[in-house]
């Protein structure tokens, strides 16, 4: 859509994965990325007044660096969702980031639930949950928040993680 793209990995991969990633997907005409072992919002808004990106992906949210520590990681991560809404609107930028409820578990708990809620979900303008059989390649995406405009129809995203291909359906009512 000619919008400039810049794609922030958190401890997710060294800088030669995620290029060899990038390489795998095909060329984009306007994409930076860059990667990082800690990320506060201050190091995001020197890359985003350094870039000048149209939108942002911050992968993801749940490593980022909260610059004031407090008793619990929920009102760290509120802290750093509600810079996250301010650099968007300061910056004019779409920032889009990601949050894994349950890493070891294939089900969230009730606290990975109230962090989500608390931190993350009051400060989003679009929250989509994404679920299924971690043995598949199929997730199905479901709106659980939007401000502004409708839901999203609810869809089923099929992931092939060797190729990074996907495609997807909308899900018949």
Do not use: W
């Not at 004031?68 to 802290?79: G, I």
């Amino acid at each position: 859509n000619n919008l400039s793209v810049l794609y922030i990995s958190i401890k997710d991969f060294s800088e030669s994965r995620l290029k060899a990633r990038l390489d795998s997907a095909g060329a984009f005409p306007d994409f930076k990325a860059s990667c990082y072992s800690n990320l506060s919002v201050p190091d995001l808004e020197i890359e985003i007044d350094e870039i000048n990106p149209d939108i942002v992906f911050v992968d993801y949210l749940g490593v980022m660096d909260a610059n004031t520590k407090t008793d619990t990681r929920r009102f760290e991560l509120e802290n750093i969702t509600s810079n996250l809404k301010r650099v968007a609107q300061d910056k004019q930028v779409i920032l889009i980031t990601g949050h894994q409820l349950n890493k070891d578990n294939p089900y969230p708990t009730a606290d990975d639930l109230l962090e989500a809620k608390a931190g993350i979900v009051s400060h989003a303008d679009l929250v989509l949950g994404v679920g299924g059989d971690i043995l598949s390649d199929f997730r199905n995406v479901t709106t659980i928040k939007c401000r502004r405009h409708k839901p999203l129809p609810e869809f089923v995203i099929q992931v092939n993680f060797n190729d990074l291909t996907y495609d997807f359906m909308i899900k018949e009512e």
